[in-house]
Structure formats: structure tokens, C-alpha cells
């Protein structure tokens, strides 16, 4: 097994005008490579805040982050942007797509910003198909449906073969048979090609499929963490 994300005692205060919003009071978490795992707990107890700062879009007030092997909270913000792009693809509840590129030319971007230019067609039609998309790689977002753009946006962020990928509510703008179309996909990705995801969810359906769950309150995870016999 080996470590693709550690984090340790994370904390995270919010300054809002002279009030201090504490978001995470001293979080710890290990994912394993190949782990798919669910984040739940009541709105406002810092999922969304966590998963900002393992993806590295927020950095902590204090405690320590590392992503398959490199330390973001050590890093400087460029350095930090470039783990990200390399490590890390972000699937977000609003899907976030470019509206005037096509859902291939979508993954396009996510290869010219990953970093290493990387421009592998083969790769971008395969990871449609999977995703059951070849038949509308030229289509834009709007001339997709919901369902369609959260797979597309699915697509974007394995593009690139991340180290972990970071869901927060993939579903939550999905009716339940989109959702049930997005839910196999993540679970077709972490079986087929053991990607690490980690998701945020607030559908016990979601969080089934996971093998792991962790329960969060308040800024705290609820020990013990919940495991899940498949
Ligand atoms: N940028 C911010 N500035 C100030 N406070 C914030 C900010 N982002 C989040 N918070 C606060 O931090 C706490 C945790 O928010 P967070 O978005 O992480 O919750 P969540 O668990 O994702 O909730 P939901 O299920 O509703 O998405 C909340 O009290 C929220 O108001
Ligand atoms: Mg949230």
C-alpha cells in the first residue's frame, strides 16, 4: 500500500471582519493509492473547506498536507499551483466546464495546464468512451445535459492521470439516474485503473459504493471512521 495523501492536524480559521469562522479544528487523514473514498456530515462542518485544502486551493492555518510524496503547506503559491496541476484533478458540483470549447477541447485544456503540455488524443477518446461520451467529444456544455457535463468534467480530471482525484458533491446538481450514470463511472475508475478519489457526498447511495466513509461534525472527523464491508 502506499500513501498518496497525509494530512495532519489540519486547521482552518476563517477571518470574516473581526470574527474568526473556524472551519477545521485539527483534522488528520491517510488515503491510500487505490482508495475510493466518501466525505459526509452535516452542511457547514468544513468538507467542502477540507477538500479545498488537499487539493491545494486554500492553504491551512496551521498543520500539514503532502500528495503523493510532496509537502503542499511547505511549498510557495507557484509551487503549490504546480503540484496541483500535476497531481490533482477537481471534480466540482457546478461542472465548471469552458463554455465555448467542446468536451474534448475541455480536456484539451486541462492537458496544456497540467503542465507538460502533454497533447494525447488517443488518450482524451479514450477516456470519452469510457465515459460514454465519444459520440459527443465536439459538442459544447450547453448543447449537453447535466448528466453529460458532469462526465465530461469527469473526463477532464483524469485526463491527465492524477495522483488523487477530489469530488465535492458530483452529484449534487444530478437527478438520480445522471447520478446513478456519474456514481458507476467513479466507481469504474477507481476499479479499472485503481484511481484514488476521494467525495464528498451527502447520498447514502454515493457513500455505499465507497469503501471507506469518514464522518465529519463541526470541523472534526467522528471517530471511529465509519468502514464499509463490500
Ligand atoms: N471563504 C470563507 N470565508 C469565511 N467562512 C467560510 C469560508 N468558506 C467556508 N466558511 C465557513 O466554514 C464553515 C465550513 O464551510 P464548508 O463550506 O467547508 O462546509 P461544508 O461541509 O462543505 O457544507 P455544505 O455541505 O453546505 O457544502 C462554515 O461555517 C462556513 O460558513
Ligand atoms: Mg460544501
Known amino acids: 500500500m502506499r500513501t498518496i495523501l497525509n494530512a495532519e492536524k489540519l486547521v482552518k480559521t476563517f477571518r470574516v471582519g473581526k470574527v474568526d469562522v473556524p472551519a477545521l479544528r485539527g483534522i488528520s487523514l491517510e488515503v491510500q493509492e487505490g482508495e475510493f473514498l466518501a466525505i459526509m456530515g ?61 468536451a474534448e477541447g475541455n480536456l484539451r485544456l486541462a492537458e496544456k495546464i497540467h503542465g ?14 469510457m465515459l460514454r461520451l465519444e459520440d459527443k467529444m465536439h459538442h459544447k456544455p450547453l448543447e449537453l445535459s447535466g448528466g453529460e457535463q458532469q462526465r465530461v468534467a469527469l473526463a477532464r480530471a483524469v485526463v491527465t492521470r492524477p495522483a488523487i482525484v477530489l469530488a465535492d458533491e458530483p452529484t449534487g446538481n444530478l437527478d438520480s439516474e445522471n447520478s446513478e450514470i456519474v456514481l458507476n463511472m467513479f466507481q469504474e475508475l477507481n476499479y479499472r485503473f485503481n484511481q484514488t478519489i476521494v467525495m464528498i457526498t451527502h ?7 465507497c469503501r471507506r466513509i469518514v464522518q465529519m461534525r463541526d470541523g472534526h472527523i467522528v471517530e471511529p471512521a465509519l468502514s464499509v464491508q463490500m
Not at 116 to 129: F, I, Q, S, W, Y
Not at 203 to 209: F, L, R, S, V
Request: with cysteine; proline share 6%.
Open 42 to 102: 452535516p452542511s457547514g462542518c468544513g468538507k467542502s473547506t477540507m477538500l479545498h485544502l488537499l487539493g491545494g486551493l486554500l492553504t491551512p492555518t496551521s498543520g500539514t498536507i503532502t500528495v503523493d510524496g510532496e509537502d503542499l503547506t511547505a511549498a510557495s503559491d507557484a509551487r503549490r499551483t504546480d503540484i496541483r496541476r500535476r497531481k490533482i484533478g477537481f471534480v466540482f458540483q457546478r461542472f465548471n466546464l469552458f463554455p465555448t470549447l467542446t
Open 116 to 129: 507538460n503540455g502533454a497533447d494525447d488524443p488517443t488518450r482524451r477518446r479514450e477516456v470519452l468512451k
Open 203 to 209: 447520498n447514502p447511495e454515493a457513500a455505499a459504493m
